[in-house]
């Protein structure tokens, strides 16, 4: 591999592509890339990702921590090295897609590779802690992305679109696989319990017909407080609409050549007179939401 390959390529990187200098010396030769990799990894499973540190690596292999550093230039670098390795994950062969003659195979590809990322996410909860630097960079998250754009195979979309359309699907997958997360979490925390029966009355007391007439017929059904959906898969549901959304475009284009997006509107100035009215708003909001609960005090006073 030529040397200005490595140069040219961020320290995890090129370990990753198995392209960087190795160490010439080390404890015995009996440490490793991987092993730092799998004890980090071990570490966040159990404690979180708050629990990886290079001290915490090293105590848990036996070695100084200046021994890791022989091998990994920073934490940063096991970090990086740590979401590439639980992107290994299992991908259907090529050739799973030959012989269907199905025009919508492809949408169940995409739902297959959206789903791919929410069970990165629950074998690995710290997964989505590990802050985005970039575009994919290494061997494990090229070859996932290349899964989803041979799912888009025989799609008339251009290489932007592809790509457009890859971020939006692992974007969404992604938001809703932490919110599962934090779910989940919030359910195994001390406290009152978000959901059931008793949370769903006392919430109903709070949000009104006469404040919430929208929200409040869902909040009476218990709709509102179902984390679990009830009968309605909400990524499922989700993910449909947006690859209804692809195929609409697709079908609407024809041969046509793509239409650029609207740019986004820009925010509204913020000006003194706007933060002023909006302060003022939310005064307002606090003294009527304490007026409703004196009067709330004095109803029951009154029953009682």
Not at 78 to 98: G, T
Not at 107 to 112: F, K
Request: with cysteine; charged share 30%.
């Amino acid at each position: 591999m030529p040397e200005d390959v490595e140069e040219a390529l961020p320290r995890a990187v090129a370990l990753s592509w198995g392209v960087a200098e190795h160490p010439q010396r080390g404890p015995k030769r009996e440490l490793s890339i991987e092993r730092i990799v799998d004890a980090a990894i071990d570490l966040a499973d159990a404690e979180g990702l708050g629990a990886v540190s290079m001290s915490r690596i090293a105590g848990e292999l036996g070695f100084t921590t200046m021994s890791l550093y022989r091998y990994v230039t920073s934490k940063d670098d096991v970090l990086a090295l740590m979401q590439d390795a639980v992107c290994a994950i299992p991908i259907p062969a090529d050739d799973e897609l030959a012989g269907k003659g199905d025009d919508h195979h492809w949408r169940d590809g995409l739902r297959r590779w959206a789903m791919a990322t929410i069970e990165v996410m629950r074998e690995h909860p710290w997964f989505p802690d590990i802050p985005i630097s970039g575009i994919p960079l290494m061997p494990n998250n090229l070859a996932v992305l290349d899964w989803g754009l041979r799912e888009m195979r025989s799609l008339p979309l251009t290489d932007a679109e592809k790509m457009s359309t890859a971020l939006l699907l692992s974007s969404y997958a992604r938001a809703i696989g932490v919110v599962e997360r934090d779910v989940t979490r919030s359910r195994q925390a001390d406290g009152p319990p978000a959901y059931g029966e008793a949370f769903t009355r006392a919430l109903a007391e709070l949000v009104t017909p006469e404040r919430f007439p929208d929200l409040a017929p869902l909040v009476a059904t218990g709709a509102y407080a179902d984390a679990d959906g009830g009968e309605q898969d909400d990524f499922a549901f989700g993910l449909d609409r947006i690859l209804d959304g692809i195929e609409r475009y697709i079908g609407e284009r024809g041969g046509a050549e793509p239409v650029a997006p609207e740019p986004l509107p820009q925010p509204i100035p913020r000006d003194k007179a706007v933060r002023e009215a909006v302060k003022a708003r939310r005064e307002a909001e606090s003294k009527l939401r304490e007026a409703r609960k004196r009067e709330r005090e004095a109803i029951e006073r009154a029953r009682r």
